[in-house]
């Protein structure tokens, strides 16, 4: 190949791949190197330099600087290609480790094999050069919404063209379930991720992800787009049910309204590209527990109450709507959960007062037994919100005197007995740690060690059936526990109960 056909080579490479001219230059000069490095017995390092203008190409020999290899007599590992820093500043003082000497040698000459392996070099770096081009292209697009048509499926993933020669990769799991497509179908999804690689796709897109579905409301209500209305959250059953949270910037404009369009027009063109997926749109409220009953929308909450400690929420309904308010297979509360962040438990409205007259009960005679206070003084603390004696022994005297009917004196009588009542708790929970044992059908249980047993008794946890009533957090913190042992021992100490409740199961169906 002559100087003028490389410089014609690199021409039709570049204005065929629309890549730059530049890395066609380098492969060409990587596939001199690989010619020239064959020329010799051992091997050695080259580099090749192309004139850019006359297609003139020098090689040279390259020696990297490199410490002495103590390993060898203080040596260097490959003479070939290597070269001591002492000696290499024999030429050049200020020649550093890492750098390299160069001897200008013959040049190789385009023979059949080396015409082939320039080829599939440049064949490799043009396929790089359009690989990363694509990603140049798209990173900056990761979070809008592609639109392409469906090429190949593949085991249930789908491969999109984009166009431009542009492929995207939706997985299985990025599909929505039971959804029918087929090759040649045009569909959209949100673009997650993109990725350069060596091979397979580079372009991750979802068809499930919560963020589709703000994208398609962002296409379809124009007030969404233009930012007069936000979605704020949104939360998905693939294919099944979904809600989003919205609110409106401008006071005069209804945003549920302009979400469902007329007739529902809106709602109904984001449904069709979901598969039929049904979507609620709900009203964003600043009050949290407003918006959670907004969430839970269409059942109808009758109390809340908010657990700050815990972020959850205790959701009362009516009996007949419970099942509503549940959803078929928790759906409904699943979804309101997710878009709300907060931890929902849907309790029957009648249960729930019964509950929480209990509660008021029990708070109630703590404060009666341990404050040696009567009713009426008991009733106005659980009234006001204090649950323990630990929140009137340091809560602010100024915020005490503030009810009703409390004077100094009762407050700090109330205050000095909480804070008596704390001691003898303490100190009688200490005797307790100090003589507490582990019964003998937690000590025996499988999985238990006689440390850890002796260490759950310290903590109140005795007995099987005590161990049994925990949750998977309350045993971390016991030495050497982890989730996965800690649910291990709880569904060994509930045993008993499942056997229980097959046994009365049996023994209904023989009666």
């Excluded at 109450?305 to 309904?317: G, I, L, P, T, Y």
């Excluded at 006001?384 to 004696?389: A, E, I, P, Q, Y």
């Excluded at 005297?397 to 909480?418: C, P, Q, S, W």
């Excluded at 303490?426 to 999985?447: C, V, Y």
């Amino acid at each position: 190949m002559s100087n003028k056909e490389i410089l014609l080579v690199v021409d039709v490479f570049s204005n065929e791949k629309d890549i730059d001219k530049e890395i066609v230059f380098h492969a060409i000069e990587s596939a001199l190197e690989v010619s020239a490095i064959k020329r010799h017995a051992f091997p050695v390092k080259a580099r090749v330099e192309i004139d850019r203008v006359s297609g003139d190409y020098e090689t040279f020999r390259r020696w990297e600087v490199v410490e002495p290899d103590n390993e060898i007599d203080g040596d260097v590992a490959f003479p070939s290609w290597q070269i001591l820093l002492e000696a290499a500043q024999l030429d050049n003082p200020d020649i550093e480790v890492g750098e390299f000497i160069e001897e200008e040698i013959e040049s190789a000459q385009f023979c059949r094999i080396a015409a082939q392996t320039a080829k599939q070099v440049i064949i490799q770096k043009v396929r790089e050069a359009e690989r990363k081009k694509i990603v140049d292209a798209y990173e900056d697009r990761v979070g809008e919404l592609i639109t392409g048509v469906v090429k190949r499926i593949e085991k249930g993933s789908l491969y999109l063209d984009l166009g431009g020669h542009v492929e995207a990769y939706i997985s299985k799991e990025d599909m929505i379930p039971r959804e029918s497509i087929r090759t040649g179908d045009r569909i959209r999804g949100y673009l997650k991720e993109v990725r350069l690689e060596a091979r397979g796709p580079q372009l991750f897109v979802s068809r499930t992800d919560p963020e589709l579905l703000t994208a398609l409301f962002r296409l379809e209500v124009p007030e969404v787009g233009e930012g007069l209305i936000e979605v704020l959250a949104a939360a998905r059953d693939p294919g099944s049910r979904a809600k989003i949270a919205v609110k409106s910037h401008d006071p005069r404009l209804d945003p549920v309204g302009a979400c469902v369009g007329m007739r529902g027009s809106r709602v109904q063109a984001v449904t069709n590209e979901l598969s039929g997926e049904r979507v609620d749109i709900i009203l964003w409220n600043e009050n949290e527990a407003q918006f959670v009953i907004n969430a839970m929308s269409p059942a109808e909450i009758e109390s809340i109450v908010v657990d700050e400690d815990k972020h959850s929420m205790d959701v009362a309904v009516a009996t007949e709507s419970l099942s509503q308010a549940i959803g078929r297979g928790g759906q409904n509360v699943r979804l309101a959960t997710e878009l709300t962040g907060w931890e929902l438990n849907v309790l029957d409205s009648t249960k729930a007062e019964e509950n929480a007259d209990a509660k008021t009960d029990i708070t109630k005679q703590l404060f009666m037994t341990q404050l040696k206070v009567d009713d009426d003084i008991a009733s106005i603390l659980e009234e006001v919100g204090f649950n323990t004696v630990e929140e009137i022994a340091y809560v602010p005297t100024d915020e005490m005197l503030a009810i009703d009917g409390f004077d100094l004196e009762l407050v700090e009588l109330l205050k000095e007995r909480a804070k008596d009542a704390l001691l003898i708790n303490a100190i009688t929970s200490e005797e307790k740690i100090e003589t507490a044992e582990p019964a003998t059908d937690l000590l025996n249980m499988q999985g238990m060690d006689k440390k850890l047993a002796y260490e759950m008794a310290s903590e109140g946890i005795i007995t099987m059936n005590d161990l049994a009533d925990q949750a998977v957090d309350d045993l971390l913190g016991f030495t050497g526990m982890d989730e996965s042992r800690a649910g291990k021992l709880i569904m060994k100490a509930r045993e008993p109960w499942f056997a229980t409740e097959q046994s009365e199961e049996v023994g209904g169906e023989n009666e």
